[in-house]
DNA sequence: ATGGTAGACCTTCTA
């Protein structure tokens, strides 16, 4: 089973080019985030058309989620718990239906730049909020699989020049330290568990020729349960598609488990 | 040097 993650930064500025990668990777399950478009301007038809089955946890302009699978769906969760007051459309949650079934968790976690400001506050206190819930899936001790865009450079190898991310919220100590103790409530990383190296990049910039120049970073991730940590088999990085035509910031993150 | 680009959308915010 291909479990796959992509930002996709914006799903109908993006269609023709993400219908590509899915005729041509056909994932099983596929978590997009920052899709930018309310529930029902998300365009269902053509995944459908592709043999999908489609679920949304929109938001107009920002942010925004969907899981997107082969097989039916089950037990979906829109949002993470206690989430009063917060309107930011981030985690999709649902059980993979089939023979093997795994819960899958699609998140978009707060960039939470400038650091110093509420925005890097609420990034915080949503990680707070994703570990409290990673814990309770956690004890389900089922095969579970949490991916999607952290917006975290877990180590000083996953981006080209440390120094330069000193100041920004993707590289802080306790950006870092949230994303590590979620790691240490028994997570796996899969880059790591499959063998991925440093350098290994999910994200350049639109700016300043960071594609061109290959200043990426790490920043999309799969984290396992044990029980789907032991069904690895690989990891892939869909680097080529950051050179098609009209391409999002981040490229697909895919994961094969043989559930 | 605080730049640069992309997307949604209405003038600026977010990334």
Redesign the pocket.
Known sequence: MRIATW?V??????LETVLAWFREASPDVACLQ?I???DEKFPAEPFESLGYNVAVHGQ????GVAMLSKTPLEDVRRGLPEGDGDD?ARYIEAVISGPRPVRVGGLYL????PIGTE?FAYKLRWMERMNAHARNLLALEEPLVLTG?F?VIPEDTDCENPAAWLGDALFQPESRGAFRALMWLGLTDAHQAAGGGPHAYTFW?????AWQRNNGIRIDHALLSPQAADRLRGVEIHKHVRAWE????HVPLVVDLDL
């Not at 930064?9 to 993006?14: G, L």
């Not at 910039?205 to 020729?209: E, H, S, T, V």
């Not at 009209?246 to 910031?249: I, R």
């Open positions: 930002n930064n914006s799903i109908n500025a993006r920052e930018k478009c309310v107009k302009t920002y942010n930011h707060p960039n939470g730049n925005k865009d917006n910039d639109y700016q300043a020729g009209k391409p999002s910031d």
